[in-house]
């Protein structure tokens, strides 16, 4: 084993970077044998500097990222900061300077992924980001190493634990969204913004991120479709639970079917209790992926949260230390494929569709011309009447997203449907 | 892109090595890709040659394995044949002449692997062998890689696919082990001679290695305790019903409390119907790791099959490439933990015990008495008689398997106790 440590700089050190750097201490000798050289943290970047930080040496505390990753002794920098800037500008002084980066940070890698790797081929250097997706649940290494030697059709996942807290607790109890978003709120599983989780942005970035890498190709946050949440209500769950169904926020990634093309995409959609990813509860994080050799595979896991989010930044940082002995990189990024994103309206699933209408002779009549005419296959249809006033429930077989969005256009038109109550995707069948 | 081709030489073209070579002709340009250079199949050796194989130049085909690992210009050998010899041998050369090796064979990586992994170092090679665990399910790589900064606790899975298939009938439709292992065999999931699997001989094997890369300890297939299931009854299943239970054949590899020393042992064992487990169907595999930063994982997908197999086997094949092109090696063995392997009186958990007993008062007294004599604490007991003829049934809390053995000998001594019934591990709380 080597004795002369490999130095780690820290950028950031809150609820990940604090973690990183207890386990670096606990497990030390641990790590150096599985690295083969012993690994010293040079330097801790912060915001607050006289903030008390148990178990960190104050002499390594600095607010001067830059001059940290400048040093040009540092051999990996672990990236823990998050947002934009200044962990952008951060990322690419340290390739500059001769350091392989881990990052936690997905709403960097999703919008700037493709420059980032871009300096890390330059320089010859590793950058690692497995925490960035679904926490410590390893998927990133899954679907870039293990999956190399297959072809990926589909990722299918709940990758945002406050949602997935918030959707079971609405299922399990019959809260509705604003009375269980108080709830997580108040159990600290969503912050005080909780916009970036229950719109959808956080799982987005997630989705760029697992549909570049499993498909090949680049792509970006604006390509991901994003629909949040907070329209889901307490009606919905019992539709779905009508329907042998619970409601979940997925990000989903698909190969078209004639293989030339892709989507990703974000939206809350009902799923059969008996998909596996009915019964992840609470804010827990679970991926399926399915590919033409493997078949079906899950993976299942805490999405968040300080210390599983470390042990994937550790185990990315003994990956990198590793790399960096053996004078190599590891696998960049992988985007020969280079298909083309297609928008949602080319994406094909199924809906539910609820429809307030007049209770009078003719109108289911009326309404399955529309389907019909928009070329969009009508499953069942459930009609309720009273007092004049009817609902019908149309669970629709697989149509374009396009059609469906004419279909509803064109029932808002009729005189006989009073309101479209809810339309949500039907998935995982 | 390089242009010069890896050679790549098949050692089996069977169920999975068939399976390798049409991945490898169909997916060649994408291989080329994530590899950085066209791989060539170079030869394959077989034992019948004469046999048609579809999409494989007959002139590739050889009988002569061993003329084909020396030629010396092999740049991977991938061993699908199985079985200890010629496998080993074969194996130990290719490293000798420059190859490195991917392999599936999970009952040689058991008994040798530590000496396989010596001979890849010395040469300077690769050992992959993630197909040997769980077919398609990616669980050898996040254990050394992806949980390299970790540290893991516990392995408890259900690593193979035919005995899942007989217990999950078992369950399902309330039959007896010899009929639902008649239709595991006429469905193609059991072979023709079962014992490898129902003796748990295989789970085994896949024990051994996982414990041994879980706690970089080297874990011989001797060390891990086995019980096959061919006694597991309809009773059994009933009496796990009654329980809120389902039985499952598991491999599970465990640190113990204070650190110092692991088990690995492969048993059936009664688990709650609300643990993840319980609810893997069919010939799925599914392996649950438990680790101090990332707390609970599960991995779950096909165990088993040619095409699921030959997936994790190309996973490898493009990382061996990989390395190669870059120079490198990646982890080799890693046993520098060197833990003790307890024995089984060792492990410590909970049973469920039937007792025929007689139906007079004072037995109860009895029997608890012996429970606590040897330490072993009572959770319920449930007691049902008719007719002179009664049983008992007791659920522990956790004591070791040496005090339940004590147990149960003093047991089977008292005049009152006709027979113990059944003895099931109680796992997965
Ligand atoms: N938390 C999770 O469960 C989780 C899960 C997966 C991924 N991630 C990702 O991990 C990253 C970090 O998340 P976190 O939850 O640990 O965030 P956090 O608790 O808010 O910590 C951020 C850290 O960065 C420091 N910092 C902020 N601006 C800085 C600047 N300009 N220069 C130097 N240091 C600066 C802060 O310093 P002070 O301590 O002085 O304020 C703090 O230590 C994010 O990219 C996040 O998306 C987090
Ligand atoms: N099948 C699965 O689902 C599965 C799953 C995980 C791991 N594995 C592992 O994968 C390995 C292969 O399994 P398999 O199911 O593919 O086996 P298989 O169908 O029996 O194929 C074995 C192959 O090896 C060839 N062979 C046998 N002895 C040989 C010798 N002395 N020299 C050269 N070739 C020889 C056979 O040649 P002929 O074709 O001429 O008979 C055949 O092509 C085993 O280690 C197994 O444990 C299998």
Not at 26 to 35: E, K, M, S
């Amino acid at each position: 084993m080597r004795t002369r440590p490999l130095k780690v700089a820290l950028l950031g050190c809150g609820v990940v970077g604090s973690e990183v750097t207890r386990i670096m201490t606990t497990h030390a000798d641990d790590l150096a044998q599985r690295i083969g050289a012993p690994v010293e943290l040079a330097g801790v970047a912060v915001r607050r500097p006289s903030k008390v930080r148990e178990g960190i040496d104050p002499s390594l505390v600095t607010t001067d990222a830059t001059a940290l990753v400048k040093r040009g002794d540092i051999d990996v920098v672990v990236e823990v900061i998050g947002g934009i800037e200044p962990a952008r500008s951060l990322i690419t002084t340290a390739f500059e300077h001769g350091a392989s980066v881990v990052s936690a940070n997905k709403a960097l890698l999703a919008q700037d992924g493709a420059a980032l790797h871009a300096a890390a081929e330059e320089h010859g250097r590793d950058l690692y980001y497995e925490a960035a997706v679904a926490g410590a649940i390893p998927l990133i290494r899954p679907l870039r190493e293990s999956l190399a030697g297959d072809k990926v059709n589909r990722v299918l996942g709940i990758v945002n634990g406050t949602t997935n807290f918030i959707l079971d607790k609405m299922d399990s109890t019959g809260a509705g969204y604003q009375e269980a978003l108080d709830e997580a709120t108040a159990l600290g599983y969503a912050e005080a913004d909780p916009t970036a989780d229950v719109e959808g942005f956080d799982a987005a970035a997630k989705a760029a991120i697992l549909a570049g890498i499993a498909f090949h190709t680049r792509v970006r946050l604006d390509d991901v479709y994003r629909e949040g949440m907070a329209e889901v209500t307490a009606a919905d769950f019992r539709s779905a639970k009508e329907m042998g169904c619970t409601i979940k926020l997925l990000a989903i990634c698909e190969r078209a079917a004639d293989g030339e093309s892709v989507t990703a995409r974000v939206h809350p959609a009902m799923i059969p209790l008996t998909h596996p990813l009915a019964s992840v509860r609470g804010a827990y994080n679970a991926v399926f992926v399915e590919s033409d050799a493997a078949g079906q595979l899950m993976f299942y896991g805490p999405g968040a949260g300080g210390a599983p989010t470390a042990s994937a930044v550790l185990g990315d940082l003994v990956a990198v230390c590793r790399n960096r002995l053996n004078g190599a990189t590891g696998p960049g990024e992988s985007s020969y494929a280079a298909l083309p994103v297609s928008p949602m309206g080319e994406v094909v699933t199924r809906y539910h569709i609820s429809l307030d209408v007049a209770d009078k002779p003719g109108v289911l009549a009326q309404v399955a011309t529309v389907f019909a005419e928009h070329g969009v296959s009508i499953d069942t249809v459930r009609q309720q009447g009273k007092d004049g006033e009817a609902s019908l429930v149309v669970v629709t077989h697989r149509a374009s997203d396009a059609s469906l969005t004419g279909t509803v256009e064109a029932l808002r038109k009729l005189d006989t449907v009073r309101g479209v109550a809810s339309i949500m995707r039907v998935e995982g069948e």
